[in-house]
């Protein structure tokens, strides 16, 4: 087994803390805590897009996952990032905002129908 391995199941027996590996299956987002109960012992690895899902679900970033870095907080997204996803935000609110009021306009024009 490799280091990053040892590394990974090292760390993920410490997010789990004082949860049962059942919990953490759930809360990730598996049926059962039976791979979960694998990776813990570093008997297998996650597939990648489940690599990923654990990462963001516990809030850590995958190289401290893979003992590639101390620090298991994720990189702050960059300026640029932050105000186009703000941006976006803002495009799908005014979209929303468009839809209700033209459902209000259409319920006040029923409304006053005779």
Same mark, same amino acid.
């Given at each position: 087994?490799?280091? $990053?391995?040892? $590394? ?15 919990? @953490? ?7 059962? %805590? ?33 003992? @590639?870095?101390?620090?298991? %907080? %994720? ?13 976006? %935000?803002?495009?799908?609110?005014? $979209?929303? @905002? ?17």
């Amino acid at each position: 087994m490799s280091r $990053k391995l040892t $590394k990974f199941a090292e760390r993920l027996r410490a997010l789990r803390g004082t949860r049962s590996q059942a919990e @953490m299956a759930a809360f990730i987002g598996m049926h059962t %805590q039976a791979s979960w109960a694998q990776w813990e012992v570093g008997a297998r690895q996650p597939k990648l897009d489940m690599f990923v899902e654990i990462c963001k679900k516990l809030g850590v970033s995958a190289d401290w996952m893979l003992g @590639m870095d101390d620090s298991p %907080q %994720q990189p702050k997204p960059s300026i640029d990032e932050q105000l186009a996803l703000l941006k976006a %935000q803002l495009g799908e609110t005014s $979209k929303n @905002m468009e839809s209700l009021m033209s459902q209000i306009s259409n319920l006040e024009k029923e409304r006053a129908k005779p």
